[in-house]
């Protein structure tokens, strides 16, 4: 199953650019594979439709079995079957990418079938655990970093991010039958998924707004976890972290409402973010940047 390329209208798009050309490639076969594992979710062929037009959460475990059958083939010495497969394993070779944040990735992909939601924010935490801050752990490998500070760095942040899109994503996770937010969560705050449904009001608003700071604790989190001598060879992550935090901040200015229309950066507004963080993290003091 191919996945897209990467394109502008992503938010990583303009993270990508600030590295050299092996690592570009070598981070953009591993967004490709990622994304492809997540698709066989989110957005399954439409020839493993049922007859009423859904997807039998039998099949959408198969498919994700079947991605999991190819991460092993990945690292071990059989021969991917997928495109994304063929092209991630020399990556894997050239890098030193650990096993372990695919399988990780998978398990996380596993936990959207059937659509149940979360109980607590402990759980709600794992599946971020594996379907985000997983990624961050392969990425960092492809920037480089010589503190092992940089692994707790790519955890965290891969949390933030991951809450970010779900509190921007509550309405289209909605129409997919899904609520990401926890029940918990809804409860402290006098919420129904009804009312998720119904849009904005004063509940509601509290509810996203309680979300809201929770994502910024975990960007607060991957500041302080940030091994500064590592800080340029992780330039491409702190530029991802900057756009998310933008998208917060777009979401408090409208008031907590991401029911009218998704929230996004505008490419420009990417573009100048990107620059910014890369201009002040190059300018870092010589004597807390590793060589």
Not at 43 to 68: K, M, Q
Not at 130 to 141: D, F, K
């Amino acid at each position: 199953m191919a996945s897209a390329p990467v394109s502008r209208d992503t938010n990583f798009y303009y993270s990508f650019l600030v590295l050299p050309r092996e690592k570009r490639q070598a981070i953009v076969t591993v967004w490709d594979f990622c994304r492809a594992v997540d698709d066989a979710v989110d957005d399954p062929p439409a020839e493993l439709n049922g007859p009423d037009g859904g997807v039998d959460p039998a099949v959408l475990s198969a498919e994700v079995e079947r991605w999991r059958v190819e991460v092993a083939r990945c690292f071990d010495s059989g021969e991917p079957r997928t495109e994304q497969g063929r092209r991630l394993k020399p990556c894997i070779a050239r890098f030193g990418l650990p096993r372990k944040p695919f399988d990780d990735l998978v398990d996380g992909v596993e936990m959207d079938v059937g659509g149940r939601g979360f109980e607590t924010f402990d759980e709600l935490y794992q599946y971020c655990l594996r379907v985000a801050s997983a990624v961050g752990l392969i990425c960092i490998e492809i920037f480089g970093y010589t503190l092992p500070q940089a692994r707790e760095y790519a955890v965290v942040l891969g949390v933030a991010l991951q809450l970010t899109n779900i509190i921007r994503d509550i309405p289209t996770d909605l129409r997919a039958g899904r609520i990401y937010l926890p029940a918990e969560d809804l409860a402290r705050f006098g919420c129904t998924e009804q009312d998720l449904r119904n849009g904005l009001s004063p509940p509601v608003r509290r509810l996203i707004a309680f979300e809201c700071d929770r994502a910024r604790s975990f960007f607060q989190q991957a500041h302080l976890a940030l091994p500064k001598p590592d800080a340029r060879r992780l330039v491409a992550a702190e530029i991802m972290g900057a756009i998310y935090r933008a998208i917060l901040d777009r979401i408090e200015r409208r008031g907590y409402d991401v029911f009218r229309e998704v929230v996004r950066v505008p490419r420009p507004r990417r573009v100048v973010i990107a620059a910014s963080v890369w201009a002040r993290t190059m300018i870092w003091p010589s004597s807390l940047v590793g060589r």
